[in-house]
């Protein structure tokens, strides 16, 4: 079988034991702004399906549990669905062979997976198979300051580096997926970001332009 990721990134998630819990009103301000502008860009509603690619520990998976009534995530690490908050949405599976057929879900999510991957368009054309009506991608702005020196120091998250509006767009469209709109936003970063300063990154994120992530939107191939 491919690998998903290489062997030094396998090791770090089967052996990583901080995540922050998928519940924490942090993690909800990183969250559910961003899902908030998929589900307009992609017109979701609660009876819509979201499966979310390289879930994690579910907390992208949680926070759109509590948007669409039917969310399935895929996670290669056993230790981080162990881990999880909500690990009977999870089940393990590779991004490079989603084992769903064509058109299973009306969406399909990927956050902050792409720049740990070695084939990031392989998988991107995969989510493009299962998707009925789009496709959600998140990932980190390298041309952020904070986000870029993360990735300096991060040999986990050094593929960060490589991620503008522009390369993620590129990415997309050599899968053959048509882009609808790419935005940049957040000023709360997913597992680093105190509680304390939360409601000052929220200021930021209404008046300020740019931001830590890149939020693109899809459709799958005709």
């Given at each position: 079988?491919?690998r998903?990721?290489?062997?030094?990134?396998?090791?770090?998630?089967?052996?990583?034991?901080?995540?922050?819990?998928?519940?924490?009103?942090?993690?909800?301000?990183?969250?559910?702004?961003?899902?908030?502008w998929?589900?307009?860009?992609?017109?979701?509603?609660?009876?819509?399906?979201?499966?979310?690619?390289?879930?994690?520990?579910?907390?992208?998976?949680?926070?759109?549990?509590?948007?669409?009534?039917?969310?399935?995530?895929?996670?290669?690490?056993?230790?981080?669905?162990?881990?999880?908050?909500?690990p009977?949405?999870?089940?393990?599976?590779?991004?490079?062979?989603?084992?769903?057929?064509d058109?299973?879900?009306?969406?399909?999510?990927?956050?902050?997976?792409?720049h740990?991957?070695e084939?990031?368009?392989?998988?991107?054309?995969?989510?493009?198979?299962?998707?009925?009506?789009?496709?959600?991608?998140?990932?980190?702005?390298?041309n952020?300051?904070?986000?870029?020196?993360?990735?300096?120091?991060?040999?986990?998250?050094?593929?960060?580096?490589?991620?503008?509006?522009?390369?993620?767009?590129g990415?997309?469209?050599?899968?053959?997926?048509?882009?609808?709109?790419?935005?940049?936003?957040?000023?709360?970063?997913?597992?680093?970001?105190?509680?304390?300063?939360?409601?000052?990154?929220?200021?930021?994120e209404?008046?300020?332009?740019?931001?830590?992530?890149?939020?693109?939107?899809?459709?799958?191939p005709?």
């Amino acid at each position: 079988m491919d690998r998903w990721v290489n062997a030094n990134q396998q090791a770090h998630w089967d052996q990583r034991t901080f995540y922050r819990d998928a519940k924490d009103p942090a993690a909800e301000a990183f969250t559910a702004p961003k899902l908030e502008w998929f589900c307009e860009r992609l017109g979701l509603d609660r009876d819509s399906t979201v499966l979310d690619v390289g879930a994690g520990t579910g907390m992208f998976t949680y926070w759109w549990s509590q948007r669409v009534d039917h969310v399935t995530g895929l996670e290669l690490s056993e230790n981080m669905i162990a881990r999880s908050a909500v690990p009977e949405l999870l089940q393990v599976g590779n991004a490079y062979e989603i084992p769903f057929p064509d058109d299973s879900f009306d969406v399909v999510f990927a956050g902050n997976l792409l720049h740990h991957l070695e084939r990031p368009v392989d998988a991107l054309r995969e989510m493009g198979r299962v998707a009925r009506r789009g496709v959600a991608i998140c990932e980190p702005n390298r041309n952020h300051p904070p986000m870029a020196a993360f990735g300096v120091v991060s040999s986990v998250c050094r593929g960060l580096l490589h991620y503008s509006r522009h390369t993620l767009s590129g990415l997309a469209t050599e899968a053959g997926l048509n882009v609808k709109t790419v935005r940049l936003h957040g000023y709360i970063y997913e597992n680093r970001s105190p509680r304390a300063s939360i409601p000052v990154a929220k200021r930021l994120e209404a008046t300020l332009p740019g931001g830590a992530y890149i939020l693109l939107a899809a459709t799958p191939p005709a």
